[in-house]
């Protein structure tokens, strides 16, 4: 949080709900301050998705679906590759590969590329949950 406000606002436990806590959304994107830390983006400058740097793509050659996101490099948060049918219903799902690429020296892009046969003809979504295991201070 110190990367982001000032020392004056985190003590101030009236602006937690509106400005500084984890659930704070103060840029207005609806992209609450602890998927902002989570995912790279900046708490402070709106811009909705394109805030929080990622992609999904199918990979041309092997057909499979790849999601590429920004992480936090520490082991502070976990994150997990989900799938659904519908987007209602989240499974866990598996990766075959993974890489990653530094971007600076709290983040790295993080690209996984989704375990599934990609000759089935099914209509799916895939997002990154992020959590926190141990939820204090960010």
Known sequence: ???????ADLYDPAKEATHWGRHADPDGDQISNFH????????????????????VEKDPVTGNIRASFARLRSQLLNYELQVSTDLHAWAPASAIGTSATLLNDRYEMMTLTLDDD???????FVRIAATDPAPLDE
């Open 1 to 7: 949080r110190c990367h982001h406000f000032d020392l």
């Open 36 to 55: 902002e830390f989570a995912f790279g983006g900046d708490p402070h400058h709106s811009g909705g998705s394109a805030n929080v740097p990622g992609v």
């Open 118 to 124: 990609p000759s089935l003809l099914l209509e799916r």
